[in-house]
Nanobody
Framework: QVKLVESGGGLVQAGGSLRLSCAASGRIASIKGMGWYRQAPGKERELVATTTSGDSINYADSVKGRFTISRDNAKNTVYLQMNSLKPEDTAVYYC??????????????????WGQGTQVTVSS
């Protein structure tokens, strides 16, 4: 019923930039929050940045000042602008959405959804 599609990953040299996008589609009633997480090989998935419908934004300490999260509510899309990338930023980046979706008619239910992940590789 709901799908998150990510794009924008790739290979970049240290100090470079990438912009990730994540579009949510389906029978969406409203989005409570969207965010980005990442998982490096052999490590647990960790929060990168999140934003809520109330415009509250949270960043991991490791990306503060380098990454910027933003949303286009009309398009149900969240972006992650990543600047000054470092090799330690290498990971699979996952989009997450906490949202209400229509079950039937105007009845809705809350769900937590993940994208398929996009690889970001930063070479030294």
């Amino acid at each position: 019923q709901v799908k998150l599609v990510e794009s924008g990953g790739g290979l970049v040299q240290a100090g470079g930039s990438l912009r990730l996008s994540c579009a949510a589609s389906g029978r969406i009633a409203s989005i409570k929050g969207m965010g980005w997480y990442r998982q490096a090989p052999g490590k647990e998935r960790e929060l990168v940045a999140t934003t809520t419908s109330g415009d509250s934004i949270n960043y991991a300490d490791s990306v503060k000042g380098r990454f910027t999260i933003s949303r286009d509510n009309a398009k149900n899309t969240v972006y992650l602008q990543m600047n000054s990338l470092k090799p330690e930023d290498t990971a699979v980046y996952y989009c997450n959405a906490d949202l209400l979706y229509y079950v039937s008619g105007y009845s809705s239910s809350r769900g937590d959804y993940w994208g398929q992940g996009t690889q970001v590789t930063v070479s030294s």
